[in-house]
Nanobody, 114 residues
Framework: VQLQASGGGLVQAGGSLRLSCAASGVMFSSINVGWYRQTPGKQRELVARINSAGTADYADSVKGRFTISRDNAKNTMSLQMNRLKPEDTAVYYC?????????WGQGTQVTVSS
């Protein structure tokens, strides 16, 4: 299983970024997928996830600002991040959840300046 994340970068507060993650080697359409983030000294935290049926849920801190989506035909997931805040600054990781274990992408840095 390989995951390739892209789309991070530097943006001003109030701006938008779109993260993407391409998966290979997994039955993408039948598994749950999601995004986590991590800042130095803190545990990795769930940002958003979407199950195989397309139902999504979000961390309270990003509800109404972030939208997770998936394209099963292309084996990709995306995270549209709007109205970004400095506290959204983190390394963002995509994750897929096939049976028995999780697989993580390599992480992409998102930096929001105030």
């Amino acid at each position: 299983v390989q995951l390739q994340a892209s789309g991070g970068g530097l943006v001003q507060a109030g701006g938008s970024l779109r993260l993407s993650c391409a998966a290979s080697g997994v039955m993408f359409s039948s598994i749950n997928v999601g995004w986590y983030r991590q800042t130095p000294g803190k545990q990795r935290e769930l940002v958003a996830r979407i199950n195989s049926a397309g139902t999504a849920d979000y961390a309270d801190s990003v509800k109404g600002r972030f939208t997770i989506s998936r394209d099963n035909a292309k084996n990709t997931m995306s995270l549209q991040m709007n109205r970004l805040k400095p506290e959204d600054t983190a390394v963002y990781y995509c994750i897929v959840n096939p049976p028995y274990r999780n697989y993580w992408g390599q992480g992409t840095q998102v930096t929001v300046s105030s």
